[in-house]
């Protein structure tokens, strides 16, 4: 069974300081990993994935994760924090093994930067 | 948010009442699916579809049926046999590549607030 765990449920940043949101994964194989981003009452808006490659993975408005296999981790990070970053991050993941299954979500870490 | 709508953007129910919302894409994707956001409870599938005509149940599909009678519609009823209701509910699409493992990034749309009168 895959799986995916965010373990805090809360970040606090200063504004310009690096951020970083975990993520943990379980999978049978080599796993499909996402980050998406939540803004109040708005649906999921994707930022980066990992399939295969190049281990650190670049994405939307200066956001990286690091897929780390040995360590199953995921973590999204940003160098200079920004107050509009502030929202509701998501890590998911797909194991292939599994076939043709639908993404498998954390529960979301908050993000509050400050200024 | 772009190619998939949501509507509406709240919806109340009355108990004992069926309500239907509404997820169309634009996108030409073939798979779909349903999620429901609970505060502190990430999102949980309730139902999902690879192909028109086809669909399959996710992890909450007890009180909720849907339909898939064309590849850009895909509407998810909430019977009354669904005691708590109340939550955010998304839908999202992706490319399917038939039988090949789905690589493809999920797509969200703006979400429907369900809330009980």
């Known amino acids: 069974a895959q799986s995916v765990a965010q373990p805090e449920d809360q970040v606090n940043v200063a504004e310009g300081n690096p951020l970083t949101v975990k993520c943990t994964y379980s999978?049978?194989?080599?796993?499909?990993l996402f980050w998406y981003v939540q803004y109040p009452n708005r649906g999921l808006q994707f930022l980066l994935k990992?399939?295969?490659?190049?281990?650190l993975v670049k994405g939307s408005y200066g956001f990286e994760a690091e897929f780390n296999k040995s360590q199953t981790s995921f973590h999204l990070k940003k160098p200079s924090a920004l107050v509009s970053d502030s929202a509701l991050y998501f890590c998911?993941?797909?194991?292939?093994?599994?076939?043709?299954?639908?993404?498998?979500f954390g529960k979301g870490t908050r993000l509050s930067v400050i200024a | 948010d772009g190619g998939i709508t949501q509507s509406p953007k709240y919806l109340f129910r009355k108990e004992g009442q069926n309500v239907t919302l509404s997820c169309e894409q634009n996108?030409?994707?073939?798979?779909m699916y349903w999620y429901r956001q609970d505060p502190g409870q990430g999102l949980r599938l309730i139902y999902y579809?690879?192909?028109?005509?086809?669909?399959q149940k996710g992890d909450i599909a007890e009180g909720y049926s849907v339909s898939r009678e064309k590849k850009e519609s895909f509407p998810l009823t909430v019977t009354s046999a669904q005691k708590n209701p109340t939550a955010f509910y998304l839908c999202?699409?992706?490319?399917?590549?038939?039988?090949?493992?789905?690589?493809?990034?999920?797509?969200f749309g703006p979400g429907t607030r369900l809330l009980v009168l």
């Open positions: 999202a699409s992706s490319i399917d590549l038939g039988s090949g493992i789905r690589k493809e990034t999920q797509y």
């Open positions: 999978v049978s194989g080599n796993p499909y």
């Open positions: 990992y399939i295969t490659g190049d281990n």
């Open positions: 998911a993941v797909r194991d292939p093994i599994s076939g043709n299954t639908p993404l498998v």
């Open positions: 996108l030409n994707h073939d798979a």
């Open positions: 579809s690879q192909i028109v005509n086809d669909f």
